[in-house]
């Protein structure tokens, strides 16, 4: 039996979805203000951590390949910066990343990679955090990371940090579609037309796939005109997923993967069937989101 000492401990860093995302003011230091709701789908990255003699990192999986394995990696970035809050706890570790998620997709892939390794490394050195401290911590990591430390669905202001999460949420199955384009955040922010929209409207209770697609069609995501001015091959991507007929169609975060939602988990994967037919070489994922409450 392995000592507990030489335990692997591994956990999947989902995607994380924006079903609506109003961009509604703008700080002095240039972040801006938004309001989102966000949920997280069974599907994501894997991250495995380990003592070791000496710090070692690992990328595989198909994107494994498109990412630095510098300082400028999240991943190490967490390991270095909760080092560096805890010296005394934080014993050497080889960490194996497998990356499933595009690389700068708009689903959080590195964000969520992130908050992924500060929950597994707090763990393997035993260090107690509570969850303030820890989205503090996260946040320094980047604007997304409080809300990828949550990973259940959740509303989202100022410029992400702070989380309201939401009591009762159904499982949304869905299809997320990327046809290969990868997307700068910064430049998509830069490019915004008009920064001073109205918040979310107020929510209602949500029972039902479709409580929440009627509420969402009373919302919008506000990067979408900025990154299809950018991206203009956006648009193929929103149009494939509407051939397949779902309850709702749109563009998570700054891009480029979009989603579609569905009535059911066969319907979602018949959709990715027929999508992953017409356009092999396109990132295309049957998954749904994680719930919350009964
Ligand atoms: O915090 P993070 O590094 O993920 O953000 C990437 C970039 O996206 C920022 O440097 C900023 O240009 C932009 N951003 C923003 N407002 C936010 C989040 C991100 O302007 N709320």
Redesign the pocket.
Known sequence: MLDSFDRTISQIAPAKINLALHVTGQRQD?????ESLVVFVNFGDKISVKRADADAFKMSGPYGGDLPSDGNNLVLKARDMLRKLFPSYASPVAIHLEKYLPIASGIGGG?SDAAAVLHALSVLWGIEIDPEHMGSIGLKL???VPMCLHGKPLIARG??EKIERIAAFPQLPMVLVNSGISIA??QV??ALQKRNNPALPDMPQFSTIADVCTYLGETDNHLFAATTTLNPAIGETMEALHVTVPQLVRMSGSGATCFGIYTSDEAATNAASSLRKNHPTWFVVATHSVKEGN
Do not use: K, N, R, V
């Open positions: 240039g972040y801006h203000l938004l964000s980047g604007a997304d410029i992400g955040t910064p922010f830069a």
